[in-house]
């Protein structure tokens, strides 16, 4: 199943060499980066930045670490002398400026994955169009309308060029958030016909079921990003859209929803994904240097070691508002499966915290580590936070600390949840009621009886299913009007915060981008 990482990573390695040939021309002129664009059988070398760029979307320092320390899902509070940067706590108090390092990091990525999208899509232009090389133009024309779309969801703007725009001493377009949308929606309406399905390209490509759940997410935040009703012109509602967008992945057969939860989500999960719900994942192979964040470190305490798993940074936790939306049976809550070989459960880790053979474990200052849901943004002990360990590691894992677990960036239960959302939306409550006790049955919880249905057990729902994956929740905080409300550690935000601050280096950089509203 990994064969497209090794693939991957090996057409990297040779692309950094291929844009070095300058430095020794008479040595390397039989590798010269002419000759390999002029060849449509280097078109995957040329498409792997491109795919490699995806990694970034799972980044510590940038856009994992923004778009959930924002929400009510993450927080990085200062511990002592640890973990004391403001920059940390003012993303989830909403007291963040265009100054901020970790939004800026977010910004620059988003940036980088457009121009990496359109060196690609520059050079794949080039070759002859076999079906290979319009293939990859396709799933590389998605991932820049991946790249668009966050900037568009984060920032409401952003300079653009398009890949035939190579006269840089021009400035480039800039696009407000409708003119954004127009584009993002054109884009995906004309790939999504032309992209291959599951099963027709390697584990670990686009396919068109990924632009497709994009395409859907537009038009479920349509009304949040237009302010307007979300209706076509021809009175046809956007929640219409956002259904028939989802039946057609649904009926397309090539996805199920997953028997075990926790298996999306352990090491080595690339075959059970495949073979289950997986829609887009975002590869990580040790063997082939494609190593993950550091799931465990980022969170566990410095004592809760295990094999090859050390040197823990005890950082961010989740919140009580959080935990508070749970069934605490619910399976996806805590699952137990690796405690005799961790002595960690999955899931939210909560209370008395042990070692592999059961015996307490104690903090730096020896007394019971036994983790609160209450902490101090400002000011926290060592053992505040309840912790999450959404990505199970390999126990026997000789590499430690890093990541083995492909990330689920899109999954087919979205897909069902949106669908759910958008017929509840659309006075359909008998369709919503049938979607979300499908995910429910999966999971082996309670089914929800037609009068107990309502947007907020949706809302939580999608909690429960993609908590700590990445962008979902602030979105989904924002659609549900929670973003801006108080919360524990967190005051009233004014409603501008919705929208990040441009950076103020992207500010410096460009004198016609001007600052989002409330910033200035």
């Given at each position: ?29 039989e590798?010269?980066?002419?000759k ?68 800026k ?5 988003f940036?980088?994955?457009?121009t ?11 070759f ?8 990859f ?7 820049r309308?991946l ?28 696009l ?9 929606e054109?884009?995906?309406t004309?790939i ?7 099963g ?11 632009a ?11 009304q ?25 992945v ?19 999960n690339?075959?059970?994904s ?31 070691t ?5 040197g ?6 989740t ?5 508070s ?19 960690l ?12 053979k059961g015996e307490k474990?104690k903090?730096?200052?020896g007394?019971?580590?036994m ?7 400002q000011n ?7 912790r ?7 126990p026997?894992?000789?590499y ?31 369709g919503a ?6 995910v429910?049955?999966k ?23 993609f ?5 979902s ?6 659609r ?21 601050p ?12 001007k600052?989002?509203?409330g910033?200035?």
């Amino acid at each position: 199943m990994k064969n497209i990482t090794n693939l991957i990573y090996s057409l990297l390695v040779i692309f950094s060499l291929v844009g070095c040939t300058n430095l020794q021309e008479e040595i390397l002129n039989e590798k010269d980066g002419s000759k390999a664009i002029a060849d449509s059988k280097n078109a995957p070398m040329i498409v792997a930045p491109a795919y490699a760029y995806l990694r970034d979307l799972q980044s510590r320092s940038g856009v994992w670490l923004v778009l959930e320390s924002v929400t009510d899902e993450v927080v990085f509070p200062t511990r002592g002398t640890d973990w004391n940067n403001a920059n940390y706590r003012t993303l989830f108090t909403h007291e963040y400026d265009d100054k901020n390092t970790y939004i800026k990091n977010t910004w620059n990525s988003f940036m980088i994955g457009i121009t990496k999208c359109n060196t690609a899509l520059l050079y794949l232009s080039k070759f002859e169009q076999t079906d290979e090389v319009k293939n990859f133009i396709n799933e590389t024309r998605f991932i820049r309308a991946l790249c668009m779309y966050h900037l568009m969801d984060c920032f409401g703007k952003f300079p653009m060029r398009e890949y035939t725009e190579i006269d840089f001493s021009k400035k480039p377009q800039l696009l407000e958030r409708a003119e954004a949308i127009t584009r993002i929606e054109r884009e995906l309406t004309e790939i999504i016909p032309l992209l291959k399905l599951k099963g027709e390209v390697p584990y670990g490509r686009v396919t068109r079921a990924a632009a497709q759940l994009l395409l859907a997410k537009l038009y479920l935040n349509y009304q949040v990003y237009t302010g307007t009703a979300p209706t076509f012109a021809d009175g046809q509602t956007k929640w219409k859209e956002v259904i028939e967008v989802c039946d057609d992945v649904i009926k397309s057969g090539k996805y199920v929803l997953a028997d075990d939860y926790w298996k999306l989500y352990l090491a080595f999960n690339e075959t059970y994904s495949d073979q289950t719900e997986t829609i887009l994942p975002i590869i990580y192979n040790m063997t082939a240097g494609l190593s993950g964040i550091d799931w465990l470190n980022i969170t566990l305490h410095y004592n809760q070691t295990f094999g090859a798993f050390k040197g823990m940074w005890n950082g961010c936790c989740t919140t009580p508002d959080f935990l508070s939306t749970w069934d605490t049976t619910d399976p996806r809550y805590q699952d137990n499966r690796l405690r005799s070989q961790t002595g960690l459960n999955l899931g939210i880790l909560v209370g008395q915290q042990y070692n592999m053979k059961g015996e307490k474990l104690k903090t730096r200052t020896g007394v019971d580590l036994m983790y609160t849901p209450e902490f101090s943004v400002q000011n926290s002990t060592e053992a505040q936070g309840a912790r999450v360990v959404k990505y199970g590691p390999d126990p026997a894992s000789t590499y430690g600390n890093k990541s083995e677990n492909d990330f689920q960036y899109y999954r087919l239960t979205d897909i069902y949840l949106m669908r759910a959302e958008a017929k509840l939306r659309n006075n359909d409550a008998k369709g919503a009621l049938d979607d979300i006790n499908a995910v429910r049955q999966k999971r082996g919880v309670a089914l929800y009886k037609q009068d107990e249905l309502t947007l907020e057990k949706i809302y939580n729902e999608r909690g429960y299913e993609f908590y700590w994956d990445g962008p979902s929740r602030r979105n989904d905080m924002v659609r549900f009007n929670h973003y801006c409300a108080a919360r524990y550690e967190k005051p009233v935000s004014e409603p501008y915060k919705i929208l990040l601050p441009i950076p103020l280096s992207a500010l410096e950089a460009n004198s016609d981008l001007k600052q989002n509203k409330g910033y200035e």
